[in-house]
């Protein structure tokens, strides 16, 4: 168990809807990293938080986006969904941001888009 | 631009083997952190070990030690006395400081398979 938890396991909707993915993060950890990983583009870095201000973003879409909370959980919202976007979502975190400090996973929210 | 290259897809070791999963990598960071991670059919990603650039020995956990070649810019795990539950994914991933921005970037992964 790596402690960090993501809610829901799995997801199914339809093509045009909106869905919220969330995340608690590890006792202490104050980053929060959103990552997709799907068939054609592999593990790809979408946004990253550090104590509730946006620090980095990755190939994200422009019809998501995500916020971390004063109490540090995080939330990533797609809208407009299209069948691309089905894929696994990981949330990950780590104490801070330095390099040797290793992102700890959550176990993913499998979405799928009908 | 940081990349990772894993130029196994799949890899087959008979239990209670040695195996070498390779990993090179490109970066003009001088100073940058290296992990695996393991995704078994389950789907989970569990970190395994890390290695840091300015790091003199090669990281060892447990089963699992990294072979860090600086000069070559590779990152090879070995995996010691395999075991079935070894079956899975497993991706090399780099971690850079580009300012505030802390991602990590993955490889395509390699697929081992344990057989008995």
């Known amino acids: 168990d790596s402690g960090v938890t993501q809610t829901p396991k799995h997801l199914i909707t339809a093509t045009g809807q909106r869905v919220t993915l969330r995340c608690s993060p590890r006792?202490?950890?104050?980053?929060v990293y959103w990552y997709q990983q799907s068939l054609d583009q592999g593990l790809q870095f979408l946004i990253q938080?550090?104590?509730?201000?946006?620090?980095a973003k990755g190939n994200i879409l422009e019809r998501f986006s995500a916020q971390q909370f004063p109490d540090l959980h995080s939330e990533l919202n797609l809208s407009s969904l299209e069948l691309g976007d089905s894929a696994l979502y990981f949330c990950?975190?780590?104490?801070?941001?330095?390099?040797?400090?290793?992102?700890?996973f959550g176990d993913g929210t499998r979405l799928s888009i009908l | 631009a940081q990349k990772i290259t894993q130029t196994q897809p799949g890899m087959f070791v008979q239990e209670k083997e040695a195996v070498t999963l390779d990993c090179t990598y490109d970066t003009s960071d001088p100073s940058y952190g290296l992990f695996w991670y393991k995704q078994p059919s389950s789907g989970e990603m569990i970190f395994l070990i890390y290695q840091g650039s300015y790091d003199q020995q090669n990281a060892t956990e447990g089963r699992y030690s990294l072979n860090f070649q600086k000069a070559r810019k590779s990152a090879n795990l070995v995996i010691s006395a395999s075991q079935l539950g070894d079956s899975a994914m497993y991706f090399c991933a780099m971690r850079d400081l580009t300012g505030t921005a802390s991602k990590l970037t993955f490889g395509t992964g390699t697929r081992l398979q344990v057989t008995l």
């Open positions: 938080y550090y104590n509730g201000e946006e620090r």
């Open positions: 990950a975190s780590s104490a801070g941001t330095a390099h040797n400090q290793p992102q700890h």
């Open positions: 006792s202490g950890d104050l980053s």
